[in-house]
């Protein structure tokens, strides 16, 4: 079983900055990619950044500039710097790993984590 748990949403205000964390345990082999989508009412759930273990990152070109991706391969932890936040980017912030488990590699999400970006 793997659990991916995520820190660090809450109120802002526009122009401001939060960061949010996500942390992966459990019986993991490896960790292949981790990311974050956002799903924002009656919207889909969109991709915001993903980083790969070689470091590689693809970021959505909402928040290119304005969003860092980062990973601790030790630590199995994604975090998500965000800066300059705009109101649009009030959403639930959902943590997503690609996780080897042993015979595969799944995909393993989080429960979410509310942003809300007063303007």
């Known amino acids: 079983q793997v659990q991916l748990v995520e820190s660090g949403g809450g109120l802002i205000q526009a122009g401001g900055s939060l960061s949010l964390s996500c942390t992966a345990s459990?019986?993991?082999?490896?960790?292949?990619?981790m990311g974050w989508y956002r799903q924002a009412p009656g919207k889909q759930r969109e991709l915001v950044a993903r980083i790969t273990s070689g470091g590689s990152t693809k970021y959505a070109d909402s928040v290119k500039g304005r969003f860092t991706i980062s990973m601790d391969n030790v630590k199995n932890t994604v975090s998500l710097q965000m800066n300059s936040l705009k109101p649009e980017d009030t959403a639930v912030y959902y943590c997503?790993?690609?996780?080897?488990?042993?015979?595969?590699?799944?995909?393993?999400w989080g429960q979410g984590t509310q942003v809300t970006v007063s303007s």
């Open positions: 997503n790993g690609l996780v080897g488990i042993g015979i595969s590699d799944l995909y393993y």
């Open positions: 459990g019986r993991i082999f490896s960790i292949n990619a």
